[in-house]
């Protein structure tokens, strides 16, 4: 069980937009940053975004973040086939003294 | 170019030891904190424990605490993992990683390896 909460799957058609939710708590979300990543099939996870809504050079801004009380969400807008993957987010979870990652989500362009 | 190559892998029985290597390339190492996150087959991210520049500050993931040891060596620009007393659970891919911030108010981990297998069976 994650410290993070994501849904497990999402879905939805090229072209469209489609939102992540990253529920979490006081310790973790509410007070530090939130990062989110892209697995794509066999491959190292990549850095989508930071500190809760800043996107890393080379990321388009079809990607982007944001952060409300305990929760995040990742929205990605003009869906392609492409952006088929694996989405996680990811904060430190000051409790425990350690950095801790949501489920993950799946996500399937129709 | 900034690179990430870990090495070490392989398959031991549990119970047994293993070493973890990460060269780190084309950033100055120094400047950063660095993580290991692992990932079991078919499921998903787990971050295994980070150190800082200087190697003073170690945090790890409750279920490895008193097994694994990370550590650095900044003038060989390497990043270890000392793993000892290994169960089935640990089987996972290895990845080294470069937090681009603070480790303690949030993770950045703007650079991956590639990973490395480890598996862990009788």
């Known amino acids: 069980q994650s410290v993070l909460t994501q849904p497990p799957s999402v879905s939805a058609a090229p072209g469209q937009k489609v939102t992540i939710s990253c529920s979490g708590s006081?310790?973790?979300?509410?007070?530090?940053?939130v990062s989110w990543y892209q697995q794509l099939p066999g491959t190292a996870p990549k850095l989508l975004i930071y500190?809760?809504?800043k996107r890393p050079s080379g990321i388009p801004d079809r990607f982007s973040g944001s952060r409300s009380g305990t929760s995040a969400t990742l929205g990605i807008s003009g869906l392609q086939t492409g952006d088929e993957a694996d989405y996680y987010c990811?904060?430190?979870?000051?409790?425990?003294?350690?950095?801790?990652f949501g489920g993950g989500t799946e996500l399937t362009v129709l | 170019e900034v690179q990430l190559v870990e090495s070490g892998g392989g398959l031991v029985q549990p119970g047994g030891s293993l070493r973890l290597s990460c060269a780190a390339s084309?950033?100055?190492?120094?400047?950063?904190?660095m993580s290991w996150v692992r990932q079991a087959p078919g499921k998903g991210l787990e971050w295994v424990a980070n150190?800082?520049?200087?190697?003073?500050?170690?945090y790890y993931v409750e279920s490895v605490k008193g097994r694994f040891t990370i550590s650095r060596d900044n003038a060989k620009n390497s990043l270890y993992l000392q793993m000892n007393s290994l169960r089935d659970e640990d089987t996972a891919v290895y990845y080294c990683?470069?937090?681009?911030?603070?480790?303690?108010?949030?993770?950045?981990?703007?650079?991956w390896g590639q990973g490395t297998l480890v598996t862990v069976s009788s």
């Open positions: 990683a470069r937090d681009k911030g603070r480790a303690d108010i949030g993770i950045r981990f703007d650079y």
């Open positions: 084309g950033f100055t190492f120094s400047s950063y904190w």
């Open positions: 150190i800082k520049q200087d190697g003073s500050e170690k």
């Open positions: 006081s310790s973790n979300i509410g007070n530090n940053y």
């Open positions: 500190d809760n809504d």
């Open positions: 990811g904060t430190w979870e000051s409790s425990l003294s350690a950095a801790v």
